[in-house]
Every structure is written in C-alpha cells, then in structure tokens.
C-alpha cells in the first residue's frame, strides 16, 4: 500500500504562485507513474502532469497544453516527494488538486490523459484557490 498526502494548496490572486508537494509512505517502490490531478467544482477529475521514473534514475513529464510553461512537476526521491510548482496561476486552475501514484506505467502510457481508473493510489487533496 502506498500512502499519498498532499500540502500546499491556498489562495492567491491571479498571477501568483504556490508549490504543492505530495509526501509518499508505505510501499514507495510501488510509485513508477506519479500525476497531479484537479477537480474543479461540477467538474470531472484531469490529470494535469506526471512523471515518471526511467530505469537508470531519470524521470520524464508530461503536462496537458493549458499548463504547459507554467507549471513543472518533480520529485525528491530521498524525501519521497513529488512536487507541483505553479507559476502564473489563472483563476481557471481554481481546484482541488490531488496527487496519484501507478506502480507500472512508464514513458508515454504515463501521461496525464489517463483515466483516473488508472491510479489505485490517491491522496485526499489540497485546495487551489485563484482570485480574478
């Protein structure tokens, strides 16, 4: 079993920045694929980036188009950490973000299209609020 909890949500006005981290416990090897996820109000749950590890220790990311050049996602794998730093924040990315972990997909089926059906392992979520 793996553990995911995420900190660092809050409020800011447009333009601004916050950095999310999601502490993993448990069985940490079982964290191959690692995403951010948001759910805004009467919305479906999207993926927003993942990250993957490669074999030699090296990882990979993908981010979905409106979040491109704004926001990176990485990981401490001493701390067992993932991370969100969101830069340039629209009220558009107003929502609860949560952080998932697949213990098997890697490269390209780790992508943050990925139906959340895919991840067996959630946290409970940190909200993001933006003001216009």
């Known amino acids: 079993q793996v553990r995911l909890a995420e900190s660092g949500g809050g409020s800011v006005q447009a333009g601004g920045s916050l950095r999310l981290s999601c502490e993993a416990s448990?069985?940490?090897?079982?964290?191959?694929?690692m995403g951010w996820f948001r759910q805004a109000p009467g919305k479906e749950r999207e993926g927003v980036a993942t990250?993957?590890?490669?074999?030699?220790?090296?990882?990979?990311?993908y981010y979905i188009d409106s979040v491109k050049g704004r926001f990176t996602i990485s990981q401490d794998n001493a701390k067992n950490t993932l991370f969100l730093e969101m830069n340039g924040l629209k009220h558009e990315d107003t929502a609860m973000y949560f952080c998932?972990?697949?213990?098997?997909?890697?490269?390209?089926?780790?992508?943050?299209?990925?139906?959340?059906?895919?991840?067996?392992?959630w946290g409970q979520g940190t909200q993001v609020t933006v003001s216009s």
């Open positions: 998932a972990a697949n213990p098997y997909l890697t490269g390209g089926d780790c992508n943050p299209t990925l139906q959340t059906s895919n991840f067996p392992y």
């Open positions: 990250l993957y590890t490669i074999y030699n220790g090296g990882t990979g990311t």
């Open positions: 448990g069985a940490t090897y079982q964290t191959n694929c």
